[in-house]
């Protein structure tokens, strides 16, 4: 199993920037890609951006442009840069593996992240 935990989040209001940090344990972390999802209360989780081994990136739509997801893999770590934040992206957020053997992997308590005018 690989375990993350996640810190960072806060109340901020429009407009603002906040960045996530994501703690791993384990070594499969640097093998693996990786990603960050959120949850709005009432919603399904969705994935809000991923990173393979090598750094190559890939965004939700709706923050294509706003967010920046980025690891290091000799830290076991992993960020998400949020700026321009508006309130539909206020969730709680998550690190989790992707593939298949992360498809059982405990998910950590998450960040909240609330943004409010």
């Known amino acids: 199993q690989v375990q993350f935990v996640e810190s960072g989040g806060g109340l901020v209001q429009p407009g603002d920037s906040l960045t996530l940090s994501c703690a791993a344990t384990?070594?499969?972390?640097?093998?693996?890609?990786m990603a960050w999802y959120r949850q709005a209360t009432g919603k399904e989780r969705e994935v809000v951006a991923t990173?393979?081994?090598?750094?190559?990136?890939g965004y939700r739509q709706v923050v294509q442009g706003r967010f920046t997801i980025t690891r290091d893999n000799a830290k076991n770590t992993m960020s998400l840069e949020m700026t321009d934040l508006k309130p539909e992206d206020t969730a709680v957020y998550f690190c989790?593996?992707?593939?298949?053997?992360?498809?059982?992997?405990?998910w950590g308590k998450g960040t909240p992240v609330t943004v409010w005018a």
């Open positions: 384990g070594s499969r972390f640097s093998s693996d890609a």
């Open positions: 989790q593996g992707i593939g298949a053997l992360y498809k059982n992997n405990p």
């Open positions: 990173i393979t081994p090598g750094g190559k990136t």
